[in-house]
């Protein structure tokens, strides 16, 4: 009798075991295709992102750009922007700490390692209020900048925390740009 | 993956618990938030079971993901894993909490399901992914973080029984007050912003 | 004439009645957390209800092969694949909507609202009428959300969808962008829907005693 329940019992188990791993299975199979679908469509997404940032910086829709193996440890990627033959610059991105989480930044320098322009990839700061960082006013304040530089950037009233975070995020590219740089290798 | 030296690692966490609260600053975890901080005790009780929970779920998470998910490129699959093992986790810890401490148990039972829903357990594990932090830094920020959301709804629970004995006009009474005390303490908490350790 | 009529009041009962935000107290979070732009409201609204509704089918569907001493997972393992696929979709097809919401779109996924749906209609409902109850359940949460967060947008940034209604003048009220702000708005309202329910109330009441005398 004893092993009669027993048995019933282990096959209930079995049963709901099955039940779980078929359905995990099956859904993980499902959303898996789906990611093998979506997968060129979302990158192309996220590039177009990029893309449309650096046509900005550097003022040209003929760029190319090619993202460094090397990637110093303080940032997300360093770009290096060329047009045609000649070598405009680099592109660092960097993400630092915002109000609302990370800013993704990208921060554009040209061949004497001054800043050309810096913009926002995404952020998510307070919409209006930390978006302000997005604005022109702020950001141009950091054109001509170089990593020796000691300019005071003037923060915006009400997005303290979102406009120094930018500003430390431009000193962070400047300095991991200069290490790369002076690391030795640069890239033909 | 940055690795941190032990002050800054402590300043992290202040950041975390009182800068970049769960609740305050982020909104993870209103839902309980609102609903089990009716007393300082229950709201102890609650925000502890709730630690215990982020801060292991941010542990085994983060196993999960740098162990299993990345190797075998099913990154995608994170949030159904994360959910998976986390509603497992709250079912081991409901066990043995009604092993160990029943009566304890009891006056958390009704609270139980408010933990594994917790926007503020899936956050954090996401969270740490996003971030990128390595294996230390996730459980310290999963215990910093829950330390401030205990902190958050213990605060409240106190503001809450103040206020049990307000007469409000009979449109406020219960929840819209309760959310209006909400936002008055939110506003405490948002003087902390902008704190750069 | 009477599916139709039924039809309507549970969309109703679900906007209204019942709403799953202030009055059932569910899915809190994201009201509070996304409502700053109405876009993100509706994005976040319609994204819920897609993944409500499907749910609540594919659970209603399988409600009979559901072991009873697994519905917690069982229920997970679907919701938060539905929600996977939702962001993953939103990935290719809204990624601006998705970098808005960041985080919130799995969070989805322990949205109360959809677990409550799961486990106290689809998994013991027939297919059709768990549709319609996870419609009108999504209704009436994309009404909280657009509610919020219209007077957020509007009072905290002078803008609606991303317009500027006010002027360049305006000053905006902060406040309203910030959790505390969120906080605020969600009493206000709350107060609103409450203070509705009691005038209702009030007159059902009186009405009683009328025909009581009568």
């Keep these: 009798m004893v092993d009669a329940n027993k048995k019933t019992k282990l096959i209930e188990v079995g049963r709901t075991g099955i039940f779980l791993v078929a359905l995990c299975a099956i859904i993980a199979l499902l959303l898996s295709l789906l990611n093998i679908v979506t997968r060129d469509r979302i990158s192309e997404n996220e590039e177009r992102n990029l893309r449309d940032a650096v046509v900005a910086l550097f003022g040209s829709e003929n760029i190319e750009y090619v993202l460094l193996e090397v990637t110093p440890e303080a940032v997300d990627a360093i770009y290096k922007v060329t047009e045609g033959e000649t070598a405009r610059g680099y592109c660092v991105r960097v993400s630092p700490e915002g109000f609302g989480g990370k800013i993704d930044i990208l921060v554009g320098v040209d061949n004497s390692s001054s800043v050309i322009g810096v913009r926002i990839i995404s952020h998510n700061e307070t919409p209006r209020l930390g978006s302000r960082i997005e604005n022109n006013h702020f950001l141009s304040q950091f054109i001509a900048i170089t990593s020796k530089s000691e300019k005071n950037i003037d923060v915006i009233s009400g997005s303290t925390v979102s406009s120094r975070a930018v500003t430390e995020g431009v000193r962070t590219a400047l300095s991991a740009l200069d290490e790369y740089l002076l690391g030795g290798v640069v890239i033909e | ?197 | 004439m009477s599916k139709n009529n039924g039809f309507i009041t549970q969309l109703k009962n679900g906007i209204f009645d019942n709403n799953p935000t202030l009055i059932q107290l569910l899915g809190l979070c994201p009201a509070l957390a996304i409502t700053t732009s109405l876009s993100n409201a509706i994005g976040m609204g319609v994204a819920t209800t897609a993944v409500l509704i499907c749910s609540n089918i594919l659970i209603s569907l399988l409600r009979k092969f559901i072991p009873s001493k697994v519905r917690i997972y069982t229920f997970v393992i679907i919701i938060s694949g539905l929600v996977t696929a939702a962001e993953m979709l939103m990935k290719s097809f809204f990624f601006d909507l998705y970098t808005s919401l960041g985080l919130f779109v799995p969070l989805i996924a322990v949205n109360c609202i959809i677990l409550e749906g799961a486990d106290s209609f689809a998994s013991k409902n027939k297919v059709i009428t768990s549709a319609i109850d996870g419609l009108s359940m999504g209704l009436g949460f994309t009404v909280a959300l657009i509610a919020v967060s219209i007077i957020r947008e509007l009072l905290g940034t002078g803008t609606i969808l991303g317009f500027s209604v006010f002027g360049a003048s305006y000053r905006p009220a902060i406040l309203f962008t910030l959790p505390a702000g969120a906080f605020l708005t969600l009493g206000l309202i709350a107060a609103v829907v409450q203070k509705a329910r009691y005038a209702k109330e009030d007159r059902e009441k009186s009405k009683g005693r009328e025909e009581e005398r009568v």
Aim: net charge positive; glycine share 6%.
């Design chain 2, 1 to 197: 993956m940055i690795s941190l030296s032990f002050s800054q690692t402590l300043m992290l966490m202040f950041s975390a618990i009182i800068v970049e609260n769960l609740i305050f600053s982020k909104l993870y975890g209103a839902s309980p938030f609102i609903k089990v901080s009716e007393t300082p005790i229950t709201a102890l009780g609650m925000g502890i079971v709730t630690s215990v929970a982020i801060t292991l779920s941010s542990a085994l998470t983060w196993i999960v993901y740098h162990l299993i998910l990345e190797p075998l490129g099913l990154e995608h699959l994170k949030t159904m894993a994360f959910i998976l093992v986390i509603v497992a986790l709250v079912q081991l810890l409901e066990m043995l909490l009604r092993r160990f401490t029943p009566s304890l148990y009891s006056s958390l039972r009704t609270y139980t399901p408010f933990i594994a829903t917790n926007c503020a357990v899936l956050g954090c594990a996401l969270l740490n992914i996003q971030n990128n932090y390595n294996f230390i830094r996730s459980v310290c920020y999963g215990f910093a973080a829950s330390i401030g959301f205990t902190l958050a709804i213990v605060i409240f629970a106190g503001v809450r029984a103040r206020i049990e004995f307000a007469t409000p006009p009979r449109a406020f009474k219960e929840f819209p007050l309760t959310l209006i005390a909400a936002a008055l303490l939110a506003m405490a908490f948002s003087g902390f912003s902008g704190i750069k350790l």
